[in-house]
């Protein structure tokens, strides 16, 4: 069978003669009904228009036939949706990784506090800021 870069070669009156065999169609077609490919993707894959891919499913499909309504759910929501519930799981892991590191932070300030007799949380002895207050130090002395 040719590759891709094969029938990206081909000119359009090349592909309009091109060929695909039943058990091609109907193989194509019943990745579709499996939910393996799209006829988006087999359209660009083959270089075969839509409507094309189209009329093998209406011939060839056991379920999707012409004027039959069926309510499908989109795969990329379901890829998308997947994606999501990985990309929460990873996070509520990592969420659960850094509660871990803090209660260690918390428990080994505590035990160094007891050791020193006072509290290390708390800042003796630093100054409070001034806020947005002048310094003295840019005022012109006369």
């Known amino acids: 069978m040719a590759t891709l870069q094969d029938y990206e070669k081909l000119t359009l009156l ?11 169609k109907r193989k194509k077609v ?3 009904e499996r939910n393996i490919a799209t006829v988006a993707e087999i359209s660009r894959e083959y270089q075969v228009t839509r409507t094309a891919v189209y ?5 060839y499909s056991r379920h999707l036939k012409k004027g039959t309504k069926q309510v499908i759910e989109m795969k990329s929501d379901t890829r998308k949706l997947q994606a ?3 990309k929460v799981e990873e996070l509520e892991k990592l969420l659960g990784q850094k509660q871990v590191e803090l209660e260690f932070h918390k428990k080994m300030v505590e035990i160094a506090s007891e ?5 290390i949380k708390k800042k003796y002895g630093s100054k409070r800021s001034t806020g947005s207050g ?3 130090k840019n005022t ?3």
Do not use: A, H, N
């Open 14 to 24: 090349e592909r309009r003669r091109r060929y695909f065999s039943e058990s091609f």
């Open 134 to 136: 002048t310094t003295g």
């Open 84 to 86: 999501l519930r990985e």
């Open 55 to 59: 009329q093998w499913i209406y011939k």
């Open 30 to 32: 019943s990745e579709i």
């Open 115 to 119: 050791e020193v007799g006072f509290d």
């Open 140 to 142: 012109k002395s006369s």
